[in-house]
């Protein structure tokens, strides 16, 4: 069973930038579709990002499309999520997310995740 560990989060002002990382163990992270989802208090985990095995197929939430970037290095078993230009809004704990191995599904919604890491704070200040 893969196992993800999520860091980079953080305390920022608004506009500032944060890169977080999740790094796989267990298996080959290129097995894997994944994701990136968010969590605030009080709300449901709720999708930011996705990209597919090979890392040429991206999707985006539209709260944080043009701001974030999602990418990988299957080389180093490794997700990023680039997020520039945070607003207050974007204050959650992030994570990591994948479905089944060699699953198609690319993951938009929490219930296609299979796997997840901690959770990573991220928090926005004005």
């Known amino acids: 069973q893969v196992r993800l560990e999520e860091s980079g989060g953080g305390v920022v002002q608004t506009g500032g930038s944060l890169r977080l990382s999740c790094v796989a163990s267990?298996?080959?992270?290129?097995?894997?579709?994944a994701g990136w989802f968010r969590q605030a208090p009080g709300e449901a985990r709720e999708f930011v990002a996705s990209?597919?095995?090979?890392?040429?197929?991206?999707t985006y939430a539209d709260s944080v499309r043009g701001r974030f970037t999602i990418s990988r290095d299957n080389a180093t078993n490794t997700m990023y999520l680039q997020m520039n230009n945070l607003r207050p809004e974007d204050t959650a704990v992030y994570y990591c997310g994948v479905p089944s191995r060699w699953s198609r599904t690319i993951p938009t919604t929490s219930s296609s995740v299979d796997s997840w890491g901690q959770g990573t704070q991220v928090s926005v200040s004005s």
């Open positions: 990209i597919d095995r090979s890392g040429g197929s991206t």
């Open positions: 267990g298996r080959t992270f290129g097995g894997y579709n």
